[in-house]
């Protein structure tokens, strides 16, 4: 994937003291429901910044995906969903929103990454 390190993960108040203390995450002025949703952190601010895109941010904005945390670098992409455990018979519902996820954050998407292996 060649993705840039992030950490994408629900704001919370441990984040807003974090901040006190000259931790920041990286905000979109023009998104502020994603960035008062999501503390999203890394070292290359500029990289992360390219790759959330508009159609990202909304992406993630929208209710449903708020439960995910994301976390990626180079050719790795974890994701996790906060709430407990799923269900079995959820687990389809859950591969499919993955990879949703996986798609708005990977040019081409999975299809691309399998053709490159």
């Avoid at 895109?53 to 992409?77: C, I, R, S």
């Avoid at 996790?80 to 993955?98: F, N, S």
């Amino acid at each position: 994937f060649d993705l840039p390190k992030f950490h994408l993960k629900g704001e919370h108040f441990g984040h807003t003291v974090a901040k006190l203390f000259g931790f920041d995450d990286i905000d979109f002025s023009d998104f502020p429901r994603f960035s008062k949703a999501y503390h999203l952190s890394g070292d290359n601010e500029n990289a992360i910044r390219d790759l959330f895109t508009a159609d990202v941010l909304d992406f993630f904005e929208m209710e449903v995906h708020q439960k995910w945390n994301v976390e990626a670098w180079d050719d790795w992409l974890v994701m996790y969903r906060t709430g407990g455990r799923v269900k079995p018979v959820e687990w389809p519902t859950l591969l499919q929103e993955a990879m949703k996820i996986v798609n708005q954050l990977t040019p081409g998407g999975v299809e691309a990454a399998r053709s490159d292996n």
